[in-house]
C-alpha cells in the first residue's frame, strides 16, 4: 500500500497549556513495495510519526493516507480496524507485550481480534513460526520461559499472523546481540522481498538503512530534515553531522581515503570486498596485481 | 606495576540447583584506574559477572575479593561504596524528583554532612555536564542526559569502580557520544577503574583490555587490537567485527600486505599511505 502524508502536524495535549508540537508540516510519500528506513534522534518525531500509520493518532492538520484509508482531524476511517489489520506495528521491546499462557495463545490474540477463523489461525501459527526462527515445540511453553531473542520473535510472529501489508518496524533490534539483530534484520528483509510488503523501519543505524533500506527519510524536531536514496543522502557528512547523525563507515572511509590520497571512489552500497578492490587500484606497490 | 582491584578466584554461579551454570570458574583480575571492556553474546554471563561484583548476586562456588576484601554479606555495604553501577534503562534508576535531589539520595543513604552533599552535587554534576540541569525533574531529560545522571549520582559517593551493564544500550546514537565522552573525561579525572559491559564496537575500541565471555566461560582476555584480530573466531560465537577490520582483511585478499592490524580508520589509512609512498 502507498503510504502519504500530506502537511501533516502533530500536536499533543492540544489546547492544554502542555501543548507540543510532535511533527510539522510533514510530507513525504512512501511507494508500495518500498523497505523505508527512518531516521532520527529520540524526539524527532519518528514514534509520532509511526503512530499515523496504523490510526492510533490521526493528523492534527494535515492528511495521512494509506492505501485508500484516508487519515485528518475531522474523520478517522470508518474502517479503522480493517487499517489496522493491514499495517502491522513492531513496537520497541514487542516482547513486553507478550501476556497469554502460552506462545501459541499469544500468537493467535492478534488474528482473533480480526475475527479470523481457528481453522485459518491455525494455519498461520504454522507458517509463522519457521519465519520468525522458532521450533513448533515451543507453541506450548509459556512465552515467559523463554529468551529475549526468542520472546521477541513469538511478539512479532503474533504481528505477522495478522498478514499485514504493510510493516512497521520500531527498533526492531534494540537490546539484542550483534548476531541476534542481524539474524533478525535478515529476516525482515526476507519477508520485505518474499511477501511483497511495504516495510518501515525505524532506526539509529546507519549501517542497516544503507543494507536494507531503499529509501531514507531523516527527521529533526518533528519535521523532515533529508530524503532520498541512501546512497544519495547517508553520504551527506556535513548536513548529517549537522543533526549530529554521522554517515556510514564504508562512506566515512570513502572520503577520508579521498581527502588523503586525492582519488574518489564513488559510494555506490558496494560491498566490503568491491571498496578494498577499488582501493588496491590506487596504492602503489600493493601487491601482484601491479 | 598496577595493584589489583578486583580479582575472581574461580567463581561459578547459577541461579538455583536445577538451572545450568550462568558462570563457570572464571578466574581474572580488573586492576587499579584501568579501563576494561567485557563483551560476548546475550546470556553470556556479562552481566552475572557485574551483579556479583557488588553483591547483588553471590557465586555458588569460587571467590571475589575486591579492594583486599571478599564479597559476602558482611562486606557487601563497604564493597558498595567501592563499586558504583550504572544499568540500561534510564527510567529504571531514578529515585529523585529533581536531578539535584537524585545526585544527593545516594549520599544521604550513607549520612554524608549537608555541605559536603552540596558540594558534591556540584562537582559532579560539572564532571557529567549536567550542571545546568540541578533543578530539572528527570522526566524532561533525555535518555543520555539521564544516564549522565546517574552516573554523576554513582560518582558522587566517590566509588573505586564504575560498571556500565549496557548503559549505552538504550540511547541514541548522541546519547552514546554523551555517555562516552563523560565517561572516559572521568576516568581520567577520577583515576577510577572503569568496567563497560556493551555490544558497542566503538566502546570496546576504546578499553584497554577487553573479557570476551562465551557460554558462562571466559573465552579471552586480551587488547581490543589482540581480540578483533580474531575475526572469524569472534563471529562464531556471536559477536561483531568492526568495519575497518573487516576492511583490512578484505585489502589484505586484494593483495596489500598491511602488517598491522588497525584499530580505526585513522590507522589504517596511515599503513595505506606508508604502503603507497614508499614506492
Given at each position: 500500500?502507498?503510504?502519504?502524508?500530506?502537511?501533516?502536524?502533530?500536536?499533543?495535549?492540544?489546547?492544554?497549556?502542555?501543548?507540543?508540537?510532535?511533527?510539522?508540516?510533514?510530507?513525504?510519500?512512501?511507494?508500495?513495495?518500498?523497505?523505508?528506513?527512518?531516521?532520527?534522534?529520540?524526539?524527532?518525531?519518528?514514534?509520532?510519526?509511526?503512530?499515523?500509520?496504523?490510526?492510533?493518532?490521526?493528523?492534527?492538520?494535515?492528511?495521512?493516507?494509506?492505501?485508500?484509508?484516508?487519515?485528518?482531524?475531522?474523520?478517522?476511517?470508518?474502517?479503522?480496524?480493517?487499517?489496522?489489520?493491514?499495517?502491522?506495528?513492531?513496537?520497541?521491546?514487542?516482547?513486553?507485550?507478550?501476556?497469554?499462557?502460552?506462545?501459541?495463545?499469544?500468537?493467535?490474540?492478534?488474528?482473533?481480534?480480526?475475527?479470523?477463523?481457528?481453522?485459518?489461525?491455525?494455519?498461520?501459527?504454522?507458517?509463522?513460526?519457521?519465519?520468525?526462527?522458532?521450533?513448533?515445540?515451543?507453541?506450548?511453553?509459556?512465552?515467559?520461559?523463554?529468551?529475549?531473542?526468542?520472546?521477541?520473535?513469538?511478539?512479532?510472529?503474533?504481528?505477522?499472523?495478522?498478514?499485514?501489508?504493510?510493516?512497521?518496524?520500531?527498533?526492531?533490534?534494540?537490546?539484542?546481540?550483534?548476531?541476534?539483530?542481524?539474524?533478525?534484520?535478515?529476516?525482515?528483509?526476507?519477508?520485505?522481498?518474499?511477501?511483497?510488503?511495504?516495510?518501515?523501519?525505524?532506526?539509529?543505524?546507519?549501517?542497516?538503512?544503507?543494507?536494507?533500506?531503499?529509501?531514507?527519510?531523516?527527521?529533526?524536531?518533528?519535521?523532515?530534515?533529508?530524503?532520498?536514496?541512501?546512497?544519495?543522502?547517508?553520504?551527506?557528512?556535513?548536513?548529517?553531522?549537522?543533526?549530529?547523525?554521522?554517515?556510514?563507515?564504508?562512506?566515512?572511509?570513502?572520503?577520508?581515503?579521498?581527502?588523503?590520497?586525492?582519488?574518489?571512489?564513488?559510494?555506490?552500497?558496494?560491498?566490503?570486498?568491491?571498496?578494498?578492490?577499488?582501493?588496491?587500484?590506487?596504492?602503489?606497490?600493493?601487491?601482484?596485481?601491479? | 606495576?598496577?595493584?589489583?582491584?578486583?580479582?575472581?578466584?574461580?567463581?561459578?554461579?547459577?541461579?538455583?540447583?536445577?538451572?545450568?551454570?550462568?558462570?563457570?570458574?572464571?578466574?581474572?583480575?580488573?586492576?587499579?584506574?584501568?579501563?576494561?571492556?567485557?563483551?560476548?553474546?546475550?546470556?553470556?554471563?556479562?552481566?552475572?559477572?557485574?551483579?556479583?561484583?557488588?553483591?547483588?548476586?553471590?557465586?555458588?562456588?569460587?571467590?571475589?575479593?575486591?579492594?583486599?576484601?571478599?564479597?559476602?554479606?558482611?562486606?557487601?555495604?563497604?564493597?558498595?561504596?567501592?563499586?558504583?553501577?550504572?544499568?540500561?534503562?534510564?527510567?529504571?534508576?531514578?529515585?529523585?524528583?529533581?536531578?539535584?535531589?537524585?545526585?544527593?539520595?545516594?549520599?544521604?543513604?550513607?549520612?554524608?554532612?549537608?555541605?559536603?552533599?552540596?558540594?558534591?552535587?556540584?562537582?559532579?554534576?560539572?564532571?557529567?555536564?549536567?550542571?545546568?540541569?540541578?533543578?530539572?525533574?528527570?522526566?524532561?531529560?533525555?535518555?543520555g542526559?539521564?544516564?549522565?545522571?546517574?552516573?554523576?549520582?554513582?560518582?558522587?559517593?566517590?566509588?573505586?569502580?564504575?560498571?556500565?551493564?549496557?548503559?549505552t544500550?538504550?540511547l541514541d546514537p548522541k546519547g552514546r557520544m554523551e555517555i562516552m565522552?563523560?565517561?572516559?573525561?572521568?576516568?581520567?579525572?577520577?583515576?577510577?577503574?572503569?568496567?563497560?559491559?556493551?555490544?558497542d564496537?566503538q566502546e570496546?575500541?576504546?578499553?584497554?583490555?577487553?573479557?570476551?565471555?562465551?557460554?558462562?566461560?571466559?573465552?579471552?582476555?586480551?587488547?581490543?587490537?589482540?581480540?578483533?584480530?580474531?575475526?572469524?573466531?569472534?563471529?562464531?560465537?556471536?559477536?561483531?567485527?568492526?568495519?575497518?577490520?573487516?576492511?583490512?582483511?578484505?585489502?589484505?585478499?586484494?593483495?596489500?600486505?598491511?602488517?598491522?592490524?588497525?584499530?580505526?580508520?585513522?590507522?589504517?589509512?596511515?599503513?595505506?599511505?606508508?604502503?603507497?609512498?614508499?614506492?
Amino acid at each position: 500500500m502507498d503510504i502519504t502524508f500530506k502537511n501533516v502536524s502533530y500536536i499533543y495535549q492540544r489546547n492544554t497549556p502542555f501543548a507540543h508540537k510532535a511533527i510539522e508540516d510533514l510530507s513525504f510519500h512512501i511507494p508500495s513495495g518500498s523497505f523505508v528506513a527512518i531516521i532520527g534522534h529520540t524526539g524527532s518525531g519518528k514514534s509520532t510519526l509511526i503512530q499515523h500509520l496504523n490510526g492510533l493518532v490521526s493528523p492534527s492538520s494535515g492528511e495521512v493516507t494509506i492505501g485508500d484509508y484516508r487519515l485528518t482531524d475531522e474523520k478517522k476511517p470508518k474502517q479503522m480496524k480493517e487499517l489496522r489489520s493491514r499495517v502491522g506495528v513492531v513496537f520497541q521491546y514487542p516482547e513486553h507485550q507478550l501476556f497469554e499462557e502460552t506462545v501459541e495463545k499469544d500468537i493467535a490474540f492478534g488474528p482473533q481480534n480480526f475475527d479470523i477463523s481457528e481453522t485459518e489461525i491455525n494455519k498461520r501459527i504454522k507458517e509463522v513460526i519457521p519465519k520468525v526462527g522458532l521450533q513448533e515445540e515451543l507453541l506450548k511453553r509459556s512465552p515467559f520461559e523463554l529468551s529475549g531473542g526468542q520472546m521477541r520473535r513469538v511478539a512479532i510472529a503474533g504481528v505477522l499472523a495478522i498478514k499485514p501489508d504493510v510493516l512497521v518496524l520500531d527498533e526492531p533490534t534494540a537490546g539484542l546481540d550483534p548476531r541476534g539483530q542481524k539474524e533478525m534484520m535478515d529476516m525482515f528483509y526476507t519477508m520485505h522481498q518474499e511477501e511483497g510488503l511495504t516495510t518501515v523501519l525505524v532506526t539509529h543505524s546507519m549501517e542497516d538503512a544503507v543494507k536494507y533500506a531503499d529509501h531514507v527519510i531523516i527527521l529533526n524536531n518533528g519535521t523532515k530534515y533529508m530524503e532520498g536514496k541512501p546512497e544519495d543522502v547517508l553520504t551527506q557528512q556535513e548536513a548529517l553531522n549537522k543533526v549530529q547523525l554521522d554517515v556510514p563507515e564504508a562512506v566515512q572511509f570513502l572520503q577520508s581515503f579521498e581527502k588523503r590520497f586525492g582519488v574518489q571512489i564513488p559510494f555506490t552500497r558496494q560491498s566490503t570486498k568491491e571498496i578494498a578492490q577499488s582501493v588496491q587500484r590506487y596504492i602503489k606497490g600493493a601487491g601482484p596485481h601491479e | 606495576m598496577r595493584n589489583k582491584f578486583i580479582e575472581f578466584r574461580n567463581v561459578s554461579f547459577r541461579y538455583s540447583d536445577e538451572e545450568p551454570w550462568v558462570l563457570k570458574n572464571c578466574s581474572f583480575e580488573i586492576y587499579e584506574n584501568e579501563w576494561i571492556a567485557i563483551i560476548g553474546h546475550n546470556g553470556s554471563g556479562k552481566s552475572t559477572i557485574a551483579k556479583l561484583m557488588n553483591g547483588l548476586l553471590f557465586p555458588q562456588e569460587g571467590e571475589i575479593i575486591i579492594n583486599g576484601q571478599q564479597v559476602n554479606e558482611e562486606t557487601i555495604w563497604d564493597i558498595r561504596r567501592d563499586v558504583g553501577m550504572v544499568f540500561q534503562n534510564p527510567d529504571n534508576q531514578f529515585v529523585g524528583t529533581t536531578v539535584q535531589d537524585d545526585v544527593a539520595f545516594g549520599m544521604e543513604n550513607r549520612g554524608f554532612p549537608r555541605a559536603e552533599m552540596v558540594k558534591r552535587i556540584e562537582q559532579n554534576l560539572t564532571a557529567v555536564g549536567m550542571q545546568e540541569y540541578r533543578l530539572t525533574e528527570p522526566h524532561r531529560l533525555s535518555g543520555g542526559q539521564k544516564q549522565r545522571v546517574a552516573i554523576a549520582s554513582v560518582l558522587a559517593i566517590s566509588p573505586k569502580v564504575l560498571i556500565l551493564d549496557e548503559a549505552t544500550a538504550m540511547l541514541d546514537p548522541k546519547g552514546r557520544m554523551e555517555i562516552m565522552r563523560t565517561v572516559s573525561n572521568v576516568q581520567e579525572e577520577y583515576k577510577l577503574s572503569l568496567i563497560t559491559i556493551t555490544h558497542d564496537l566503538q566502546e570496546v575500541v576504546q578499553a584497554e583490555r577487553v573479557l570476551v565471555m562465551n557460554k558462562g566461560e571466559i573465552w579471552d582476555e586480551a587488547t581490543p587490537r589482540e581480540i578483533f584480530a580474531k575475526k572469524e573466531a569472534l563471529r562464531e560465537i556471536g559477536l561483531d567485527v568492526p568495519f575497518v577490520a573487516i576492511l583490512t582483511d578484505e585489502l589484505k585478499q586484494a593483495g596489500i600486505s598491511i602488517t598491522n592490524e588497525p584499530l580505526n580508520q585513522e590507522e589504517l589509512l596511515e599503513d595505506l599511505w606508508t604502503l603507497h609512498s614508499r614506492t
